[in-house]
């Protein structure tokens, strides 16, 4: 069974610019959740998709934004990026929201902006 | 609020017992998860709790949850070179999939 699939892997922008990331969750999952890691605020929440519906929102400006396809796959897209924004950033799968249940991580797109 | 706290760094030899622990002070939350990260790579989820439980153990991973103290502990027996990593804990609410994640503890182990 194929885990959750993140494209690109590393991708390098320039401040302006915008970025489009995509996430492919496993099999029969229909949640996913995006979040940001960053050496100096760790781990933080995006949102959360469920259905093609945003469920949770964190705490990051509009410029953060992202939707969910019938398929399950998910995009997120930042625009205007600013240097703060180089992350690697994190898709998470889950078969449901909420609840009992595991949440399986891809290997991350790695953001730079130059 | 959430905020999840972790000590920074563990250091332990090859073939002795690892403990890393969390404290979280969401009253609200249900699920606490156990990830390890290793260098360049993403998050692999190793086990999590409901917060009605007080222990869980898969293998060499022992989680031990104090819900009064909100206090979680992850115990890796007999660590191996190989259990060399970030480890995280998160919580959860039960509604929605938003985790709460600690700063991380770097375990090194020494062989």
């Known amino acids: 069974k194929a885990g959750v699939t993140q494209t690109p892997r590393y991708l390098i922008k320039t401040r302006g610019q915008q970025v489009t990331l995509s996430c492919s969750p496993i099999?029969?999952?229909?949640?996913v959740s995006w979040y940001q890691q960053t050496p100096g605020q760790g781990l933080q929440f995006l949102f959360e998709?469920?259905?093609?519906?945003?469920?949770n929102k964190g705490n990051f400006p509009g410029r953060f934004s992202g939707r969910q396809f019938s398929n399950s796959r998910s995009e997120m897209n930042v625009s205007t990026l600013e240097l703060g924004d180089s992350a690697l950033y994190l898709c998470a799968s889950s078969q449901r929201t909420g609840g009992p249940g595991e949440l399986f991580f891809g290997e991350g797109s790695r953001l730079t902006v130059l | 609020g959430e905020d999840v706290e972790q000590s920074l760094f563990l250091s332990v030899r090859e073939g002795d017992s690892s403990v890393i622990n969390c404290t979280y002070t969401?009253?609200?939350?249900?699920?606490l998860y156990w990830y390890k990260q290793e260098p360049g790579a993403g998050l692999q989820l190793l086990t999590y709790?409901?917060?009605?439980?007080d222990m869980k153990q898969d293998q060499r991973l022992t989680v031990l949850l104090n819900k009064k103290d909100k206090h979680l502990s992850l115990r890796i027996a007999d660590t191996q070179t190989g259990d060399s990593a970030i480890y995280f804990c998160a919580e959860r609410p039960n509604a929605g999939n938003m985790l709460t994640f600690g700063g991380g503890t770097r375990l090194m182990v020494k062989p």
């Open positions: 099999s029969g999952h229909r949640s």
């Open positions: 969401d009253s609200s939350s249900t699920y």
């Open positions: 998709y469920f259905s093609e519906t945003q469920r």
């Open positions: 709790i409901f917060s009605n439980m």
